[in-house]
């Protein structure tokens, strides 16, 4: 026997990627991938079996990417108002952060729950103004949502 087949259950280095079918040779197989769990065997019944998993795989990855653009359509356009004190200069005494944002969707009456991970702000918001703040919904559907801070009436 001079090689295995064998199918990744991992990435490994310089060989492939999960799932990936690959030769190699029995030594290295059966010392090396096999023990540490980075493949099985590539037998007709595992490589159906993995055909089917791909298949699967891609079902619910196309189901997900669906939901992402139906719950986008639901955010698009949308413009959420916060009232808070400010200074002199429109510095906020306190900020309007991701989970403000998401607190506020979700009251919003969505269909679905948003996440405040979800929500892509790298710094919470300390000043008055307008925002376009994105929502990454999957990770091929991002839509942005209309933030504004004004100044609370004292």
Do not use: C, W
Request: net charge negative; charged share 35%.
């Amino acid at each position: 026997m001079k090689s295995m087949k064998l199918i990744l259950k991992e990435d490994v280095d310089s060989l492939g990627a999960s799932g990936e079918v690959v030769t190699v040779k029995p030594g290295y197989a059966r010392n090396y991938l096999i023990p540490h769990g980075l493949a099985y065997e590539a037998s007709e019944a595992n490589v159906l079996r993995l055909e089917e998993e791909k298949a699967r795989e891609e079902e619910l990855a196309k189901r997900d990417y669906l939901e992402g653009r139906r719950r986008a359509a639901q955010l698009e356009g949308l413009s959420l108002t916060f009232e808070a004190r400010a200074g002199e200069e429109g510095k906020l005494f306190g900020s309007v952060t991701s989970a403000d944002i998401a607190d506020r969707l979700n009251e919003g009456g969505l269909d679905f729950e948003v996440d405040r991970r979800r929500i892509s702000l790298s710094d919470p918001l300390k000043e008055l103004g307008v925002f376009a703040v994105p929502i990454r919904l999957h990770s091929e559907v991002e839509v942005e949502v209309e933030v504004r801070v004004e100044r609370a009436a004292e």
